[in-house]
């Protein structure tokens, strides 16, 4: 397969597949905005309660999506996504977003979760860098402005995972329910580093630059393990942690979001260091993959169990990690291991019939029918994001080279 072609079945795959989905089955046309769930049978859960974290992300992939193909239809969806965010989710008064609304818009969970915010940001940044809309951008530095001001720990250096509505420490942080509690967590600083980036791509703010610095030294110094080339994912203020978990499509997708980051900010001596430390954190993920071209979830170290679901998400971050060592390392081995995991996912986890993917597929390729086709957590960007990043990359030798 070329690049030209996987490029071809990238485009096809976004427009029909997935945001063709989304935009026939997902609109919620009495209350307003989306829906909260669509279940793995393609059935609508009107009354599911909305998530910031899946608004954000649809507002990034519709956003992303205008700005490559400046279709009016992508960006009438994203308008909506964003109107309904600033109507609903934008707390106020204490600043941040909810983390939930019932299926009317009323506050459900006002929690402030540093994961949601950041994805806000992620959002409405992608969608000012579409359309350069002032408010967009207005609201999105905001956002920044109360991550820093309120969740950033300046003692321990690094970025609290949630607090109260009023920003008091609270109890529960966690993410969800098989998470551990922990005060830092790498999937947070992940999607932290993610929209600082992208904020940064429209906003050359010296202090946010000095954030990203700071991040890639928490990602390098803190979080990644130097005996495994894992990154570990639970700890707490001070940073200690079992650092027991192997999550591997976290790690694929580190690989290319820490070096996005490195070559946003254009800094040669910056780029070499992250640039090393991917590369091994690409050899350590590897370890999920298996001879089908299938990346496994998870792997506990201190008990040595395995959990080996095929997660979409997981399979997504794998094509753009793997892809992304090949376009800056010419490494010819990691283009075909893109292509195995995109001829797998293919193959196991999109529904060609209905749309949109499944949650997950098992070792034998039995598709999952009990996760969400959409829902709080089953969104339109891993699987938008892989197709958009395949066909905004590579020039025409490099295609040609890969032939």
């Not at 707390?91 to 941040?96: F, P, S, V």
């Not at 590897?286 to 997660?311: C, N």
């Not at 793997?322 to 995991?341: E, K, M, N, S, V």
Request: proline share 3%; glycine share 6%.
């Amino acid at each position: 397969m070329t690049l030209e072609v996987l490029k071809q079945e990238m485009r096809t795959t976004l427009e029909s597949n997935i945001l063709g989905y989304w935009l026939k089955n997902m609109r919620d046309e009495e209350n307003g905005g989306f829906y909260g769930q669509i279940d793995g049978n393609d059935r609508v859960v009107p009354e599911a309660v909305k998530g910031a974290v899946l608004n954000a992300r649809i507002l990034w992939a519709f956003s992303a999506a205008y700005r490559v193909e400046k279709k009016p239809e992508y960006l009438a969806a994203a308008t909506r996504a964003k109107d309904y965010i600033l109507r609903h989710f934008i707390d106020k008064e204490y600043g941040g977003v909810f983390w939930s609304v019932d299926a009317r818009g009323n506050p459900a969970d006002r929690k402030k979760q540093t994961y949601a915010i950041g994805f806000a940001i992620y959002g409405l940044s992608e969608y000012a860098r579409a359309t350069a809309d002032p408010v967009a951008l207005d609201t999105a530095v905001g956002l920044y402005y109360d991550i820093e001001q309120k969740a950033f720990d300046a003692k321990n250096n690094g970025y609290v995972e949630a607090l109260t509505r009023e920003w008091k420490p609270i109890m529960d942080m966690r993410l969800s329910e098989k998470d551990e509690n922990g005060s830092r967590t790498m999937n947070t600083h992940l999607h932290v580093i993610e929209p600082y980036t992208n904020l940064y791509r429209i906003w050359k703010n010296k202090t946010l630059e000095k954030r990203l610095r700071n991040l890639i030294d928490i990602f390098l110094d803190k979080i990644l393990n130097p005996e495994t080339s894992h990154l570990d994912l639970f700890f707490d203020d001070e940073w200690q942690g079992k650092r027991n978990i192997q999550s591997f499509g976290h790690d694929i997708e580190a690989v290319w979001l820490l070096h996005e980051t490195a070559l946003v900010l254009e800094d040669q001596a910056l780029l070499a260091r992250v640039e090393d430390a991917i590369r091994r954190i690409a050899a350590a993920a590897e370890e999920g993959l298996r001879p089908d071209g299938s990346m496994i979830y998870e792997r506990w170290t201190d008990t040595g169990a395995v959990d080996t679901q095929r997660q979409w998400w997981v399979m997504c971050e794998s094509v753009i990690g793997y892809l992304d060592l090949y376009q800056h390392f010419g490494d010819t081995r990691a283009l075909d291991i893109a292509r195995q995991c995109w001829t797998y996912t293919k193959t196991h986890l999109i529904d060609n019939v209905n749309g949109e993917w499944y949650w997950s597929c098992d070792e034998n390729g039995k598709p999952n029918k009990k996760g969400d086709k959409a829902g709080f957590w089953k969104c339109p960007y891993h699987n938008a994001r892989m197709c958009l990043e395949v066909i905004e990359r590579f020039s025409p030798s490099e295609e040609s080279r890969a032939k």
